[in-house]
């Protein structure tokens, strides 16, 4: 975990398992989940879904959140919601029925509509606000300080193994915070650093400060 403080003192912590907790408003964040993506043969989508819940369900017990918000692409289908992965996410929020569960809607729900109702989620436009952040999923510029996924950023870093590996990472700046894609099973991409943004990468289970 690596705390950082951002628009008008907000103290927010970059959590090794790609969300963010804002500790004062018990809300956890976490963006690009995808789930349902198409994956090669030797990924078998059952099992990357209950990793995808159990991951969610150790962030929630971790942090005693009582509001999870899914900065867009919570689900990741061409042309319908499939029940096989649905009727699992349903389960999992039913255990979880007394954290509140938030949507923004990204470009992947624009292009399926909202997820059926049982999955039990309040879906809003980006753009709306809690306290003081502005809720995105596809970078633009706010009025104001955004939290925002979509580029599932990635950089490259030293590694004992090779000259640099691609890892996830944080990228933060007075005017927004960009989040590491949830899913796992794809790789992020490499993000060229803009002035006046700081980063962090994942590494194994910490948070990891990088000089500019």
Known sequence: MMSITVHKGIQLQLLAQRAVFWPAQAALFVADVHIGRPLSHQQHPGRVLINVLTRLSQLLEMTNARQLFFLGDLFHMRKQYLAEFIDPFTLW?????????????????????????????????????????????????????????????????????????????????????VLPAFEDVMPGRIVAQQPYEERAFIRESEVVACNP
Not at 122 to 135: A, F, K
Not at 146 to 163: D, E, K, N, Q, T
């Open 93 to 177: 929020r039913h255990r979880y029925a007394n954290v509140e569960c938030t949507l923004v809607r990204g470009n992947h729900e624009r292009a399926m509509g909202d997820p059926p109702g049982r999955c039990g989620l309040r879906c809003m436009n980006p753009g709306q606000r809690v306290e003081e952040v502005v809720l995105l999923h596809e970078p633009r510029q706010p009025f104001g300080f955004a939290m925002m996924g979509h580029l599932h950023p990635s950089m490259l870093v030293s590694s004992v193994r090779a000259a640099a590996v691609a890892a996830p990472c944080f990228i933060w700046h007075p005017n927004y915070l």
